[in-house]
């Protein structure tokens, strides 16, 4: 099949422009990140939908700092590019996949929470609801779904603890930048911070904020190597 001479330039356009492109794909994450209990409920098959699209754009957002990284000299920055699309393919898979791959386990631990649940009502029928009975119930619930929720759990960890790890170098090789790219090193300090503080819920909006300083550095590459020249 051969391509028309339209297409195959289009297509190049893409990657002539890849700050651009990136900094636009943030803006679709941003987006999609802030709506997405809204989407989820209009939206039929939002989850796979949302998984598609968060690859794709996670894409041109690396592939943006991979070239960043060819420009300035930073190996580093290239090979974290790679090995963070990689691990954002493995998280939203996990994600959007991992409740079907686990339904048996989420199935048996919602059905104990039910059966306990009932214990509880029915206590409370007897009259015999007292706080030590309270924690007798939930002491037996959390033995009991413990080791069938653990494996994710572990999943779960694991990817946090990837991201944490990941984005803090992200931050630190942004700040690194900062001498020879705008805004680079503010982005890294507030990817640090961010992350950081993720275990609460002011970090994402800290997160959202490094998003946009880096959209800054994209656009700003963007104008300064006119990349709309063929």
């Known amino acids: 099949m051969v391509l028309s001479k339209k297409k195959v330039a289009k ?9 651009f492109y990136g900094g636009l794909a ?4 941003i987006f999609f990140t802030l709506s997405l209990n809204v989407l989820h409920r209009f939206i039929p098959g939002f989850t796979y939908i949302l998984m598609v699209v968060l690859i794709v754009a996670g894409f041109f957002s690396f592939y943006a700092f991979y070239v960043l ?7 580093f920055l290239r090979v974290l590019s790679v090995i963070l699309f990689i691990f954002l393919i493995v998280t939203e898979l996990f994600l959007t996949l ?14 104990i929470a039910t059966n306990y649940n009932q214990t509880l009502t029915n206590l409370a029928a007897n009259s015999s609801l007292t706080d030590a009975a309270k924690q007798e119930v939930l002491s037996n619930l959390v033995r009991d779904i413990t080791p069938i929720a653990m494996p994710f759990i572990l999943v779960l960890l694991f990817l946090f603890l990837g991201y944490t790890v ?3 170098l992200f931050g630190v090789v942004l700040i690194k ?3 020879q790219v705008p805004y680079s090193k503010a982005a890294g300090i507030v990817n640090i911070v961010g992350v950081c503080t993720l275990i609460f819920f002011v970090g994402l909006f800290i997160l959202i904020a490094a998003w946009i300083l880096e959209i800054m550095i994209l656009f700003d590459q963007a104008k300064k190597f006119e990349e709309n020249e063929s």
């Open 11 to 19: 297509n190049e356009d893409l990657f002539k422009k890849p700050f």
């Open 26 to 29: 943030y803006i679709i994450t």
């Open 69 to 75: 990284g060819k420009r300035y000299d930073s190996k």
């Open 98 to 111: 991992g409740p079907i791959v686990f339904k048996g386990s989420l199935v048996e631990i919602d059905q």
């Open 166 to 168: 990941l984005t803090i």
């Open 177 to 179: 930048l900062g001498s």
